[in-house]
């Protein structure tokens, strides 16, 4: 199998990988946001939460950078004006999805975390994401 | 085990993958530096280049990304986190980090 053959199939599985990951850093956002107060079964929820944040949002994203560096290399994007800014946004996803992370942590040790607003920036970088790999803009 | 006792097992268990993180990006930037590069020069072959360079950039977008992590989660002073970042931005600062990372982790023993 040559390299045209496997690209199509690495692309799949990067878009797949891609959105595991943002449901799962949305899905925390909107958990985060709407902490209910006094319930006996938020430490039950925080850490069911964050066992799927380890097993399955870490690894995909973990997934989309190495399959977006190796498509990136293969296909010779790392000039384009495109790729550079959806570089952006997803290191902006990235350092998103560590501090809700940490916060979860902080969560589930019993400490109040002040809720934030998110999941307009996850949502709005994602679909900026979308664009930028579809509509390929500047070059 | 007590709600407290949990909070520090995970404390620790955070720091042991900041040292992990640590140690991985400092010998892929060592194995980059020391060997893949002089490699280059002397053999013209840059195949150890092309392999070392992406894997020291990831080992270093994931430190980045554990150091957020660990400070998000609370329980660093400011002059801690930022010791932690430039930890990554310097060339082997993660390294050098690790004895601060072990007192760290000691205190929650």
């Not at chain 2, 660093?76 to 930890?87: Q, V």
Request: hydrophobic content about 55%; some cysteine; charged content about 15%.
């Amino acid at each position: 199998m040559n390299l045209a053959e496997v690209y199509p199939w690495l692309k799949a599985l990067h878009i797949a990988a891609a959105l595991v990951f943002v449901s799962g850093v949305l899905a925390v956002a909107i958990f985060l946001r709407s902490l209910p107060k006094d319930n006996p079964r938020l430490a039950a929820h925080v850490r069911s939460i964050r066992r799927w944040d380890r097993l399955v949002t870490t690894p995909a994203m973990l997934l989309v950078w190495r399959l977006g560096l190796t498509l990136a290399l293969t296909g010779h994007w790392f000039a384009a004006g495109w790729l550079q800014v959806k570089l952006v946004l997803v290191i902006i996803l990235s350092g998103l999805h560590g501090v809700q992370s940490g916060r979860l942590r902080r969560v589930g040790g019993g400490t109040r975390v002040q809720p934030s607003y998110v999941i307009v920036l996850i949502v709005g970088c994602s679909v900026g994401i979308a664009v930028l790999a579809i509509v390929k803009p500047w070059g | 085990m007590t709600a407290t006792e949990d909070w520090r097992r995970d404390e620790r268990r955070q720091l042991r993958q900041l040292e992990l993180a640590a140690i991985v990006e400092g010998t892929t930037l060592l194995l980059l530096v020391g060997i893949a590069m002089p490699l280059k020069y002397v053999t013209g072959s840059a195949d150890a280049v092309h392999i070392m360079g992406p894997g020291h950039g990831l080992a270093f977008v994931a430190y980045c990304w554990v150091a957020v992590q660990s400070v998000a989660g609370g329980g660093w002073t400011r002059s801690e986190a930022m010791r932690l970042f430039l930890g990554a931005l310097l060339p082997f600062g993660g390294l050098f980090n690790l004895a601060f990372l072990s007192r760290k982790a000691a205190r929650l023993r």
